[in-house]
């Protein structure tokens, strides 16, 4: 993240600056003149959220109070006005912004804003050969008596791991294949502070991962499993929660190929691996007391070479047979391999993030993703409040007993499609197959890429994933 965030203690006169107000009256005191105050009475009578108003030394933001929301959704509320500042700031080529607010017990609302505002700043332009003239913001400058050091620090973090997971997710397939992200994972580790161990395909053969190598077989370059640790001395768990992200760098469907339309995206079919290596960014700068472990399976899917063909028989590295039906369907394959290494660990709980269906693109759309799993109902609610405080909201989808039926095969333990419907949780039963440990699968197919914007959460590569899973494990933290 460019943009430096730092605290000031009071505002100046003639830097640009942006006010949260807690009444309309309170405009008042930033107007210079009664015709500037006529104004902006007129513009908040008429619902404005954000009014403007050129001081000549100075652009000054008035922003609306929002009595009318609260709890998580105010808090979206105000992401969104980040949003319309970050444009504000690009249209009035600002390198500076103050942001203020009179509300002198809570800064929730001041933090809310920047944090819309940080991500909405986000660009993913280094392919241009034309840069953007319009200068971007360099500092942003917090004012609040509630604010400390430490939180700005972290609102820091978790923007720059969001951003970091953008990037992966927007890198085109030519320059990010499995070796390449690996080297990036490695990067990453070693400037934020958790280890990374990358096995070659050598490594994976003598570990029988069957789901990945089958995958892999169409490709011409070979696979990686990636292992990322971050375990501080004051951990308050002594079993690791452990992530597992979905690597799919390109996804041509293999020999059961994607339609022409659908391929232009299928460079963001690693969104799930880009959250968890986002996560452990944003953890481990943030020292935040957990022992966590991410476990990454990466290959591309292509039909070339010694592709798999439906109605192949491999085996996952626990010896489970597997009839492969669709080979579009590859990533609950190469997930399979991860959630049974995850076994070695005993952990607390096994959080698995995938784009992994279309059915859960059609059941939710971009305004949520789907979650299921074995563990409790307070885990579970728990995991469902960070993504409402979040805005990266979950909806809980059954995993009966009766969608195992949709998985069986004449010739093998299981398949790896079951029929037309339910696809998302016969998906999630696929992966639940695997697992014999606390575990929750998030399909995040719909949340992951965008092709449109959706304000702070911007177009392409959205980092979804990475915001929700540091809200959930900094509340156990405490």
């Not at 986002?278 to 476990?295: E, I």
């Not at 959080?351 to 563990?375: C, F, H, P, Q, R």
Request: hydrophobic share 40%.
């Amino acid at each position: 993240m460019s943009v430096k965030l730092k605290q000031a203690k009071e505002t100046k006169k003639n830097k640009p600056l942006a006010v949260l107000l807690q009444q309309p009256d309170d405009a008042s005191g930033y107007c210079r003149n009664q015709e500037e105050e006529a104004y902006v009475k007129r513009k908040l009578e008429e619902n404005a959220e954000v009014v403007s108003i050129n001081q000549y030394e100075r652009m000054l933001y008035l922003i609306a109070p929002a009595h009318s929301k609260s709890g998580h959704l105010k808090k979206e509320h105000f992401r969104k006005i980040g949003y319309k500042l970050a444009q504000a700031a690009r249209n009035e080529k600002l390198s500076s912004l103050y942001l203020y607010s009179s509300h002198k017990e809570d800064a929730t609302d001041l933090m809310a804003v920047a944090e819309g505002l940080l991500l909405s700043l986000y660009q993913f332009n280094q392919y241009k050969s034309t840069q953007d003239s319009r200068a971007v913001l360099e500092i942003l400058y917090l004012c609040s008596p509630k604010l400390d050091k430490v939180e700005l620090e972290e609102l820091e973090h978790v923007v720059a791991g969001t951003c970091y997971a953008r990037d992966l997710v927007n890198e085109p397939a030519i320059a990010l294949n499995a070796v390449l992200l690996g080297k990036s994972l490695k990067k990453a580790g070693k400037d934020a502070g958790f280890k990374v161990d990358v096995l070659g395909k050598d490594k994976i053969k003598a570990l029988k991962m069957g789901g990945l190598l089958a995958v892999n077989a169409g490709s011409v370059d070979p696979p990686t499993f990636n292992v990322l640790e971050y375990k501080p001395a004051n951990a308050i768990n002594k079993k690791p929660y452990v992530l597992v992200g979905k690597g799919v760098t390109y996804d041509t469907g293999g020999l059961s190929l994607k339609p022409s339309g659908s391929m232009t995206i299928m460079k963001s079919d690693m969104g799930g691996a880009a959250a968890v290596a986002g996560l452990f960014t944003a953890v481990a700068k943030s020292k935040l007391p957990l022992y966590l472990v991410g476990l990454i399976p990466a290959t591309d899917n292509r039909p070339g070479g010694n592709a798999i063909t439906p109605g192949d028989v491999i085996s996952i590295s626990d010896g489970t047979t597997v009839e492969v039906l669709n080979t579009d369907a590859e990533g609950r394959l190469i997930l399979a391999d991860a959630l049974v290494y995850a076994k070695k660990y005993k952990p607390e709980l096994v959080i698995d993030l995938a784009t992994l269906t279309g059915a859960a693109v059609m059941s939710l759309g971009k305004e949520g993703a789907a979650v299921m799993g074995n563990v409790d109902e307070a885990q579970m609610l728990a995991l469902k409040e960070a993504g409402n405080q979040t805005y990266e909201r979950l909806v809980e989808f059954p995993l009966w007993d009766e969608y195992r039926d949709q998985l069986k095969s004449d010739i093998a333990d299981l398949k790896n499609i079951g029929g037309r419907m339910a696809g998302a949780i016969t998906a999630g039963m696929f992966l639940k197959q695997f697992t014999d440990y606390p575990w929750i699968h998030l399909d995040i197919a719909g949340t992951a890429y965008l092709e449109s914007p959706d304000h702070y959460k911007g177009k392409n590569g959205t980092g979804a994933g990475v915001r929700l899973l540091y809200q959930f494990f900094k509340s156990l933290a405490k």
